[in-house]
C-alpha cells in the first residue's frame, strides 16, 4: 500500500491550526448533541406538553411551538436529522463518484468520453432546483430526501476523482504492479486510490455541510420528512405560522444558528483538509 | 406520484365521470408515458407547455412570462453586485495578503458563506423589515400602490429589491473573493508583475493595469459557473420575501401539485443557466485573444 500521507498525519495536521481546532470542536459538539439527544433534551420532542406558541420560561426555555412541542428538545433532536443526512448522503455522493472517476480515469477510452460527457451535464444544471423537483414528485420521506441529495452532487468528485487517477496512473509503479501480474481492477483499488485518499476525504467532508445545507433547504420548502424533527422543518413551521409577527424570534433565530455552526464546523475542517492534502494550496515559497 | 394528475384536476371527486374522462383525454393523460414525454417534448419547443392545474384556464407560458422578468431582474442584479462585491474583496485580500485585514476578511467571509441563505433571507427580512422598518416586508411593488410615472414604479421595484439582493449577495460573495484572491495572489507572482514595479509604477496602477485584467479571465469562467447556485438562491430567496418571480412560482406550484407550472418553470430556468453559460463561454474566447474556437 503507498500513501502520499499518513492518517495520523494528517489528523496532527486538523488539529493544529486554528481553523481546524474551531471545526473540529464544532463537529464533535453537535455529534454529542445528537449522540446523547433524549438524555439531554428536557422533553419527548414528540409531545405536546403544553400551549402553542407559549412563551419561554423556566420549565421550557425556548418555549413552545405551533403544536406545543417543546422547541428545546426539538432543537437538540434536529442535530441527528443533520448528522444523519449529512453522512448518509455524502457517503453515498462519495462512493458513485469515486467508482466513476476512478473507472472512467483508469481505463480511459469511450468509457471515459461518454461518461464525463454526462457529467458535464450534471455540473452545469443547477442542482438545487432538481433536488426540489424530486423531492416533489417523489414523497417526503427521509431516505428519499438522502437519495436525492446523492444523487445529485456526485459529479464534482468524479471529475476531481479522474484527474487524479489519470496523473497517478502514469506512475513508475502502475507500471510496476501490472508487470507484476496485479489484476486491473486490484491496481485501481489497492494502489491508485490510497494515494488520493487525503483529497478526497476533503472533499467528502465539504460534502457533508453541502449536504446538510441541502437537507435545510428543502425541508424549508416544505418538503422534508415530517415524521422526523429537523431544523429546516422548524424553520418551515416558523415560515408558515408567521413566526415573526408573534415576536417568535428564537423560532428561527435558533434552528439556522444551528444551521450554520454545524456548516461552519465541517467547512473549517474540510477546508483544513484540503490544504494539507493539496499540494497546490499549500504556502507558496 | 404523490397525486393522479387527473384526479387533482377533476378536485376529488367534484366532477361527473364524463368530465373526468373528457379532461383526461385532452390532457393526453391515457396514453402511455413515452407517448406523453415525445408530446410534451415536442409542445415545449412550440412553447406550449400546457394549462396550469390550479390557474386554469390560464396557461403555463402566461404565468412564466409575467414572472420571468421579475426574477431575471432580481437574478440579473444581484449577479452584478455579487461579483463586484466579492471581486473588490478579493482584490483587497490579495494585495494585503497575509495581514490583519485579509485575515479578518476571509474569516467573515467564511462564517457567512456557511449561513443558510434562506435563514439570512430571514433574519435580514426581520431585522430590517420589522425592526427597524427600512425595507418592505416583501413582494415587487407595495401592493395596492399607484405610481405617478414610470420613474415613481422603478423606485419602488428597487426598493423592494433591496433586501433580496443584499441576501443574495452577502451569502453568495464569500466564494468569489476566495477565488479572486487566489487567482491574484499566483498573478502577482509571475514575472511581468516584478517588471511593472521595477519600471517604477505607482502601487495601484501595478495593481489594476496589469495584474487584474490578466486574473479576470477565470473570474469569467467562475460567475459563469456560480450561476446556478445564484438560481437555486433566487428560488429561496423569493419564497422568503414573496417575491413575484419564477422562483416563488415554484414553491407555489409544489405547495398545489400543479406540475405543468413545475415542469415548464424547471425548464425555463435550465434553459436560462444554459444560455448563461454559453454567453460566459463566448465572452471568454473574446476576452482571451489565445482562445480560438475552431
Known amino acids: ?285 | 406520484m404523490p397525486g393522479d394528475p387527473a384526479r387533482i384536476l377533476a378536485n376529488e371527486g367534484m366532477l361527473p365521470k364524463e368530465a373526468v374522462d373528457t379532461l383526461v383525454r385532452t390532457f393526453n393523460l391515457d396514453r402511455p408515458y413515452h407517448e406523453q414525454l415525445v408530446s410534451y417534448l415536442v409542445n415545449a419547443f412550440r412553447g406550449d407547455f400546457g394549462f396550469s392545474y390550479k390557474y386554469y384556464p390560464t396557461t403555463v407560458m402566461e404565468l412564466l412570462l409575467t414572472r420571468l422578468p421579475w426574477t431575471i431582474l432580481l437574478l440579473g442584479l444581484a449577479t452584478i453586485t455579487t461579483s463586484i462585491f466579492g471581486i473588490v474583496i478579493g482584490l483587497v485580500c490579495a494585495w494585503k495578503r497575509e495581514s490583519k485585514t485579509d485575515v479578518a476578511a476571509l474569516s467573515v467571509s467564511i462564517f457567512i458563506w456557511a449561513i443558510p441563505y434562506f435563514w439570512l433571507a430571514m433574519v435580514l427580512l426581520y431585522l430590517f423589515g420589522y425592526i427597524f422598518p427600512i425595507f418592505p416586508l416583501g413582494h415587487g411593488v407595495t401592493v395596492g400602490a399607484r405610481h405617478g410615472g414610470f420613474v415613481e414604479y422603478l423606485g419602488d421595484v428597487l426598493w423592494h429589491l433591496a433586501l433580496p439582493v443584499i441576501a443574495i449577495t452577502l451569502t453568495g460573495y464569500a466564494s468569489y473573493s476566495l477565488i479572486t484572491r487566489n487567482t491574484m495572489i499566483e498573478t502577482l507572482a509571475e514575472d511581468y508583475v516584478l517588471t511593472a514595479e521595477a519600471k517604477g509604477l505607482s502601487e495601484r496602477q501595478v495593481l489594476l493595469r496589469h495584474a487584474a485584467r490578466n486574473a479576470l479571465l477565470p473570474l469569467v469562467t467562475m460567475i459563469a459557473l456560480r450561476l446556478g447556485f445564484i438560481v437555486s438562491g433566487a428560488i429561496f430567496t423569493e419564497t422568503v420575501f414573496s417575491y413575484p418571480g419564477v422562483g416563488l412560482l415554484i414553491y407555489e406550484s409544489i405547495m398545489y401539485q400543479d406540475f405543468p407550472v413545475l415542469q415548464g418553470a424547471f425548464f425555463i430556468l435550465s434553459v436560462t443557466v444554459i444560455v448563461a453559460n454559453l454567453t460566459a463561454d463566448v465572452l471568454y474566447s473574446i476576452l482571451d485573444p489565445r482562445i480560438k474556437y475552431r
Open chain 1, 1 to 285: 500500500m503507498f500513501k502520499g500521507i499518513s492518517q495520523s498525519e494528517i489528523l496532527r495536521a486538523v488539529v493544529a491550526t486554528k481553523k481546524g481546532k474551531i471545526g473540529l470542536t464544532l463537529v464533535f459538539f453537535f455529534i454529542f448533541m445528537a449522540i446523547f439527544a433524549d438524555l439531554l433534551s428536557p422533553y419527548n420532542p414528540f409531545d405536546r406538553v403544553g400551549p402553542p406558541f407559549a412563551a419561554p420560561s423556566t420549565k421550557h426555555p425556548l418555549g413552545l411551538n405551533d403544536i406545543g412541542q417543546d422547541l428545546l428538545s426539538e432543537l437538540i433532536h434536529g442535530a441527528r436529522v443533520s448528522l444523519l443526512v449529512g453522512f448518509a448522503a455524502a457517503s453515498v455522493r462519495t462512493l458513485i463518484g469515486l467508482l466513476v472517476g476512478l473507472m472512467a480515469g483508469y481505463f480511459g477510452g469511450a468509457l471515459d468520453d461518454w461518461t464525463m460527457r454526462f457529467v458535464d451535464v450534471l455540473l452545469i444544471l443547477p442542482s438545487l432546483p432538481l433536488m426540489i423537483l424530486l423531492a416533489a414528485y417523489v414523497g417526503q420521506s427521509i431516505w428519499n430526501i438522502i437519495l436525492i441529495i446523492s444523487l445529485l452532487g456526485w459529479p464534482g468528485l468524479a471529475r476531481l476523482v479522474r484527474s487524479q487517477t489519470l496523473t497517478l496512473r502514469e506512475r513508475p509503479y502502475v507500471e510496476a504492479a501490472r508487470s507484476m501480474g496485479i489484476t486491473n481492477l486490484s491496481i485501481v483499488f489497492t494502489v491508485i486510490f490510497p494515494n488520493m485518499f487525503p483529497l478526497v476525504l476533503a472533499n467528502t467532508v465539504l460534502d457533508i455541510m453541502g449536504a446538510i445545507l441541502s437537507e435545510a433547504g428543502l425541508s424549508f420548502l416544505g418538503l422534508g420528512d415530517p415524521t422526523h424533527k429537523s431544523w429546516g422543518m422548524m424553520l418551515y413551521y416558523a415560515q408558515q405560522r408567521n413566526a415573526f409577527f408573534q415576536h417568535l424570534w428564537y423560532w428561527i433565530a435558533f434552528p439556522g444558528l444551528c444551521i450554520t455552526l454545524i456548516g461552519l464546523g465541517f467547512a473549517l475542517v474540510g477546508m483544513t483538509l484540503d490544504e494539507v492534502a493539496n499540494p497546490r494550496l499549500r504556502r507558496r515559497v
